[in-house]
Every structure is written in C-alpha cells, then in structure tokens.
C-alpha cells in the first residue's frame, strides 16, 4: 500500500512540475521582447499601450512638447538579426501640446503574429514639425 502512495505523489508532482514549465513557457511566448511604452527617439512624442493583433497595430501617441507638433511615424518589427518582419505607418497628424491620441487597428504590413512575437521593434519618425503660432 505505502508503494502504490508514494508512486501516486510522485506522478502528481511530476504532473505539477510539467504544468508549471508549460505555463511558464506560454506566458513568455504571449509576452512581447519589445517595450509596449517608451518616448520615440529624435521627438518629444511618447508611446504607450502598444499591442498588435490581427485586426493591426494599436498605440497611444502623447505629445509632452509645449507646443502642437505635426507627426508621421513609421513603426518597424526586426528579428535578432535585424531583418524586417514587418511594418505600420503612422499618417501625418496634428498632436496638441500636452496631449495624447489613441490610434486603433492602424494596418500592418506583415504577418501580424510574426510581428507580435518580433524580437525587437523601432519607432522611426518621417515627419517631426513644431507647430508655431
């Protein structure tokens, strides 16, 4: 009897151990290598919750400039060699000072899961213009 017990929590926590390495594996696989928030390099413009799905790329773009700028981005998906996986492109648009725009499901060139599981990502702006009054 003491056999057929300790066969039986030996099974059950080898059984546990394989759950926790497959879930473990899993939660890292569905989370980004790139950064989902962050400040766009050569601009005043930051970015947060940034995610990509099938439907495309979503992105909140603030402005923490003290004056209105006018912005086009271009956001590039790399994988560890830094080749292409694929792209979006921002349009020209008005960002007020102090302000934020929420961008949802912005077209993605690409394979969206390759994109989503890139294992970096750059913003690269194509037009950053202040806006004087």
């Known amino acids: 009897m003491k056999k057929n017990i300790c066969g039986f929590f030996a099974a059950g926590a080898v059984v546990t151990i394989l759950f926790s390495v497959i879930a473990a594996a899993a939660s890292y696989a569905a989370t980004p290598s790139w950064q989902t928030e962050g400040v766009i390099i050569g601009t005043e413009i930051e970015y947060a919750d940034l995610s990509v799905s099938r439907s495309g790329v979503s992105v909140r773009l603030a402005n923490t400039s ?8 271009r956001l590039t998906f790399r994988d560890r060699g830094g080749n292409t996986l694929g792209y979006s492109l921002f349009g020209l648009r008005e960002i007020s000072a102090g302000t ?3 961008i949802s499901n912005n077209h993605l060139n690409g394979n969206w899961r390759t994109c989503r599981d890139a294992q970096r990502m750059d913003f690269s702006s194509m037009t950053y213009e202040p806006i004087y009054d």
């Open 66 to 73: 003290n004056f209105d700028v006018k912005v086009s981005l």
């Open 100 to 102: 934020s725009v929420k």
